[in-house]
């Protein structure tokens, strides 16, 4: 079954970097765009990201445009977010959601269990 | 960037009530609406995709209606386990963007 598992979230001070991995299992991943999402502690939904099948295209929120990266490596199913000069207001559970459709944005059908980053000195 | 709004923020009903979320988009997204549905320490999961389109094994006690600015989300009966935050999505354009939730409690 389709499966999403994100890691490398932990403490970080205002300032640090981190990369968050999510490593998917059970779906053609070369084929999808994987999204990142998050949500900060008792909040909303926040679309942070998404990248393309093949790295062709990225999109970031202006919340984390030139701090935020989106790499993945097809051969590893695993997407990777580089978050540098981090701030307090970065603090989240992340999540990465997988596109339903290979084409397009439309939306979300399966998410894994969330990473929390907290940036506190 | 689209901003989303919700209403009400929160919503007390009992088991059996039928319930309306209301979700509207500052400028036209056509029908690029989806609804989630997010329970305490779970990611979020969809329940309605393109306004209308009811995602597979979500129970057909909801559904979603509405298109241009205006939507819906309805519970025809809610269930002990549909308590939650349901949350708006468009994705008409970049940056996508939720809406700020509503949360379903408990009368």
């Known amino acids: 079954q389709v499966r999403l598992v994100e890691s490398g979230g932990g403490v970080v001070q205002p300032g640090g970097s981190l990369r968050l991995s999510c490593a998917a299992s059970?779906?053609?991943?070369?084929?999808?765009?994987i999204h990142w999402v998050r949500q900060a502690p008792g909040r909303g939904l926040e679309w942070v990201a998404f990248i393309r099948f093949d790295e062709s295209t990225d999109n970031y929120a202006d919340s984390v445009k030139g701090r935020f990266t989106l790499t993945r490596d097809n051969s590893k199913n695993t997407v990777y977010l580089q978050m540098n000069s981090l701030r307090p207001e970065d603090t989240a559970i992340y999540y990465c959601a997988k596109e339903k459709t290979v084409v397009s944005v439309d939306f979300f059908d399966y998410w894994g269990q969330g990473t929390l980053v907290t940036v506190s000195s | 960037d689209i901003q989303m709004t919700q209403s009400p923020s929160s919503l007390s009903a009992s088991v059996g009530d039928r319930v309306t979320i209301t979700c509207r988009a500052s400028q036209t997204i056509i029908s690029y609406l989806n609804w989630y549905q997010q329970k305490p320490g779970q990611a979020p999961k969809v329940l309605i995709y393109a306004a209308s389109d009811l995602e597979t094994g979500v129970p057909a006690r909801f559904s979603g209606s509405g298109s241009g600015t205006d939507f819906t989300l309805t519970i025809s009966s809610l269930e002990p386990e549909d308590f939650a935050t349901y949350y708006c999505q468009q994705t008409y354009t970049m940056p996508l963007t939720f809406g700020p939730g509503t949360k379903l409690q408990i009368k």
């Open positions: 059970g779906f053609a991943f070369d084929r999808y765009l």
